[in-house]
C-alpha cells in the first residue's frame, strides 16, 4: 500500500490544484486572470470584470455589449421558483432560502446548453437574492427597471429605492470584489462537487452551503451585528480586548492568506469613508470601524478581511443585514463557475483519506442484550 501524506489541519499551505482564475498572495496582493484588483476596482464594471473570470480575458467592446445583453436576457427567474420560496418559514436565514431557491432553479431549468445554465445563474443571482428576500417580507417580487444597470437594479430591488450613480457605483465596486478569492472553502467545495460530473446548480448549491458559515461568507452579517454591538469608537478597545480574552473572534478580521493586509479591505475601507463623506451624514461608523480595526491589530495583530467593510457599507447604503451575505453569495458565484470549468478541464474526482484512528474488532451485541 502506498504510503499516506498527511495533510495539515484546513490543509492550510496545501496545493490541490493549478488555476488561472485568481490568486490571492501573502504579500496582500489579489489578482484576476493576472490584474490587479486594484485596478479593477478603479476602472472595470462588474460584467466586463465577470466576463474576465469566465472566459480569462477583458471583453472588446462587442463582446462585452453581447454579454450584458446575455445576462440581461437570463435574468428573469422562472416563477416556480418562487412558489418554493414562498413555502419557506419567514424566520429562516436567507442563506438558506437562496441555497433552497438555486437547488430548485436546477430542478426547474431543463433543455439549455451547460454554457446557459452557468450564464442563468449568474444572471438570476441578483433577482434572486432581493426576491427572497421580499418574499420573506410579505412583499411581492421585485419588478427590475429596464432603464438601470445591472448593478444599479441590483440595489434597486434590494432597497426599493432607486440609487444615485454613486451609490451605484459603490455598490459596484463591492461586487467586484467578491467576484472571485482562488481556492477558499466553497471555491474547494464547488470544485469537489464538479470532479463527480454534477451539474452547476448543484455545485453552487453546494457552494452556497459553505459560503452560508460565519467564518467564511456570513463573517459581512456577523461584522455587521457586531459593529451595532459595539455601537462607536469609545467603546471598541474594550470590546476588543474582553472578546479576545474570552478567546472569542473577532468577525470580519483575519485570514488564511494575508496576515498582514487584505488588499480588499483597504479598498473598502477607502470606498466607505468616500461614501459616508458623499452622504453627508458623519462619519461615526467610519471611526468605530477604524478604533475596532487598530484595537485588533494592537492586540492580536490581525488584519481586517474584505467582509468588515461589507458590512458598513451596505448598511450605509440601506441593504437589509439578512441579505449580506446573499450578496457576497450572488457576486462569488461568478468565481465558482470558472472553478467548476477550470476543474472539468483536467479532472480527476476528489478522494481523500482520512487515518481511521476508531475501534476495530468489536463484537456486534443484538438489540435486546444491550
Ligand atoms: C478567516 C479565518 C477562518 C482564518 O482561519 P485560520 O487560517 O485558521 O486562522 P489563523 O491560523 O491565521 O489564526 C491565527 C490565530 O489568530 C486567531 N484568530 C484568527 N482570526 C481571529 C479572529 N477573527 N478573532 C480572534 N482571533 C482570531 C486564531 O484563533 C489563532 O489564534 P492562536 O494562535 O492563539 O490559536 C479566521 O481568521 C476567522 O475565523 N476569522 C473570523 C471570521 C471571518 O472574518 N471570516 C471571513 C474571512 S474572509
Partial sequence: MAEILRAPKGLDGVAVADT??????TDGTLIYRGYAIKDLFEKSTFEESTYLILYGRLPTKGELEEFEAKLRRYSMVPHNVY???????????QMDVLRTAVSGLGATEGGISSEEQEL?????????????YRLNQGMEPAEPDASLSLCANY??????KKPSSFEAWTFERMLILYLEHDLN?????????????ADIYSACTAGLAA?????????????????????????????????LAKREKIMGFGHRIYKTVDPRSQLAKKLLKELLEKQGKGLESYKLCEAVENAVWEFK????????????????????????????????TVGWVAHYNEQL???????????????KGLNYVPLDER
Avoid at 444572471?123 to 432581493?130: D, I, N, R
Avoid at 440595489?155 to 426599493?160: E, K, Q
Avoid at 478541464?345 to 475501534?359: F, Q, S, T, V
Fill in 345 to 359: 478541464m483536467d479532472n480527476r474526482i476528489y478522494r481523500p483519506d482520512a487515518i481511521y484512528i476508531g475501534n
Fill in 185 to 197: 472553502a466553497s471555491a474547494f467545495t464547488v470544485r469537489v462537487v464538479a470532479s463527480t460530473l
Fill in 211 to 243: 459560503l452560508k458559515g460565519p467564518l467564511h461568507g456570513g463573517a459581512n452579517e456577523a461584522a455587521m451585528q457586531m459593529l451595532l454591538k459595539i455601537g462607536s469608537a469609545g467603546n471598541a478597545r474594550s470590546y476588543v480586548q474582553e472578546t
Fill in 155 to 160: 440595489l434597486y430591488m434590494l432597497t426599493g
Fill in 301 to 332: 495583530r490581525l488584519p481586517s478581511n474584505v467582509d468588515f467593510y461589507a458590512a458598513p457599507i451596505f448598511m450605509t447604503l440601506g441593504i437589509p443585514i439578512e441579505t449580506f451575505t446573499p450578496i457576497f453569495a450572488s457576486s462569488r
Fill in 83 to 93: 412558489d418554493i420560496v414562498r413555502a419557506i418559514p419567514n424566520e429562516a436565514h
Fill in 20 to 25: 488561472t482564475i485568481a490568486k490571492s498572495d
Fill in 120 to 132: 442563468s445563474i449568474i444572471a438570476q443571482m441578483p433577482a434572486l437574492v432581493a426576491n427572497c
